[in-house]
């Protein structure tokens, strides 16, 4: 039996893709949901904010595909690390490494 071994960013890629599009599918239901009378059962915030939360996830994904098409992605945006491949499969489109990350949120 052959046994192919995939490039792990390829799988990353593949992730970001399949998440790109969820994310996208969310989107267009909750965009279908804020035009009905009834707005789908939510209220008015919380669907404002899954609106906003699937359209951030959106960009973020993008971003993260565009910098695989360009050849720097995994690379830290604030240190120019490289990002460990762990914390990529963790969060496929993280933008820093944990140390970065970390003295950005306090």
Do not use: K
């Not at 996208?24 to 009905?36: A, G, K």
């Not at 404002?48 to 992605?73: F, K, P, V």
């Amino acid at each position: 039996m052959t046994r192919t071994v995939r490039d792990p960013i390829e799988l990353l890629r593949d992730r970001l893709e399949e998440q790109f599009q969820l994310n996208t599918d969310l989107l267009s239901e909750f965009t279908v949901c804020s035009r009905q009378p009834d707005r789908g059962g939510y209220d008015r915030d919380t669907l404002a904010a899954l609106i906003a939360s699937c359209r951030q996830a959106i960009a973020d994904t993008a971003q993260a595909l565009r910098h695989m098409a360009e050849g720097d992605y995994g690379i830290c945006e604030r240190c120019g690390d490289r990002i460990p491949i762990e914390r990529l499969q963790i969060l496929p489109d993280t933008r820093f490494c944990v140390s970065c990350q970390w003295t950005r949120t306090i």
